[in-house]
């Protein structure tokens, strides 16, 4: 079969050479014939294609093991194992690549090596540590690379930015200003801006990033799954979990742990009376105010009372704004302990209290008996020698004054006898200790 197509593609061929060698004439035709039957004359296949089209000719026919043919029609050695070892970059061996170099580099011996940069350089640094060229005698090296000559006059008049025309500069723009044409600082027109995104809106018209296939782009820049259903269930503020928020604090609370805002200052009434750098102090405060006989841990009717605002509180911790409580309701001194030092707590001008006894004797027994017990949760006694509660500001030196800090802590009342009923689960902003004078308020926690 093979045989008769080619007779019948050589036939217009063979006639026309015929016709051809006889207007010639015979004593050309014994020169021409070996070159005229030596050349390669397309010849017209059913199909109209050459011989040599790859619809016709398969480049993978002879590729055979162990070589293999890729999609390109390549034909390689699988048998080859890539030699890589104590390289980075550069061919492996077998028609691969041990690795490509970041920008700035290039590949040296399958190492990655600096790439010396001198464009538009005359002098100066290379990048990788050598020389982009040596300035003449009577110049020198400018801050843009440029040889200068060196009675060159730097030309800044009425210019606050750009070059001084002799390799230096006329100074430069604050932050949002670029440097125009002539030498001014100008407004930025815009600049983008991506902190904390991977995808959405620059600012600027442009992108901060796109999310992969099965996420979207949610509101606050991050990448999410489709489908996503947000989740605000007790939430004040912070992420809904798909891209979007609960919602937004004021201006003088700040987004709790548990998505809750959280007033920033502690006090009901809006004013610190102790404790007042909100920065040193962010998650204590103490708040002054008033309040009848009580215990320290009655509940809160979220009633807000407090100096400023010339009320009687219904229970001490109504004192307390929402997400703050009574230090130490717990009964457990690292809610106190790590919000302020020693020093601190002694440093302020009035007595304000903890909600917790000093120790956990019983109430009708003494510690400098058995010695004092400290084992917590604290309770909160009415009477008795531990039910003094700790104070920060004017006080007494309590028989347990490790309760808290090692040997500085330091209660409100008496440690002798059984405090007269005045004690941290029965006590009043009327009640007055001598040198101590009347309790101001209470120590304010943050949630």
Request: proline share 7%; net charge negative.
């Amino acid at each position: 079969m093979e045989y008769n197509q080619r007779t019948m593609r050589c036939t217009p061929t063979i006639l026309f050479l015929t016709f051809f060698l006889i207007s010639l004439g015979c004593s050309e035709t014994s020169e021409k014939i070996p070159q005229i039957l030596n050349q390669d004359v397309p010849v017209a296949n059913d199909t109209g294609a050459s011989p040599n089209d790859p619809d016709i000719v398969d480049p993978c026919a002879d590729c055979l093991p162990p070589f293999t043919c890729t999609e390109a029609g390549e034909c390689i050695d699988t048998s080859c194992i890539p030699a890589c070892q104590d390289k980075n970059c550069g061919a492996d061996g077998c028609g691969g690549s041990c690795g490509a170099c970041p920008e700035g580099e290039l590949c040296y011996s399958g190492e990655c090596l600096c790439a010396p940069d001198c464009t538009d350089l005359e002098c100066g640094d290379d990048g990788c540590g050598g020389s982009c060229g040596n300035c003449a005698n009577d110049q020198f090296c400018g801050d843009n690379g440029i040889c200068i000559d060196e009675d060159c006059t730097p030309k800044c008049a009425a210019k606050e930015c750009g070059d001084d025309k002799c390799g230096g500069s006329c100074g430069s723009c604050p932050p949002g200003e670029e440097c125009s044409f002539f030498g001014h600082c100008d407004p930025v027109s815009c600049q983008p801006n991506c902190d904390g995104k991977e995808c959405g809106d620059d600012g600027c018209s442009g992108t901060c990033g796109q999310c992969p296939g099965a996420e979207s782009c949610g509101s606050d820049g991050q990448c999410i799954p489709i489908g996503c259903q947000p989740d605000c269930a007790g939430k004040d503020c912070g992420s809904d979990g798909c891209g979007g928020d609960c919602g937004t604090c004021s201006s003088t609370a700040s987004c709790s742990s548990n998505q809750v805002c959280v007033d920033s200052v502690g006090c009901a009434d809006g004013q610190r009376d102790g404790l007042t750098d909100l920065n040193h102090w962010p998650t204590v405060a103490a708040c002054k105010g008033t309040f009848g006989f009580m215990s320290l841990r009655a509940p809160r009717t979220n009633t807000a009372c407090g100096n400023n605002l010339g009320n009687e509180c219904a229970a001490p911790e109504d004192l307390c704004s929402a997400g703050w409580h009574i230090c130490m309701r717990n009964g457990l001194s690292n809610d106190l302990r790590f919000r302020l030092t020693p020093a601190e707590c002694n440093s302020l001008t009035e007595a304000y209290v903890a909600a917790s006894n000093n120790c956990s004797n019983p109430n009708n027994q003494n510690p400098n008996g058995p010695g004092c017990d400290t084992t917590e949760p604290y309770g909160c006694y009415s009477t008795g020698w531990c039910s003094a509660p700790p104070v920060c500001g004017p006080h007494e030196t309590s028989h347990c004054a490790h309760a808290i800090w090692p040997n500085q802590t330091f209660i409100f009342g008496k440690h002798t006898g059984t405090t007269n009923n005045k004690g941290c689960g029965h006590i009043s902003t009327s009640v007055s200790y001598g040198s101590q004078g009347k309790l101001a308020g209470v120590l304010c926690c943050q949630d």
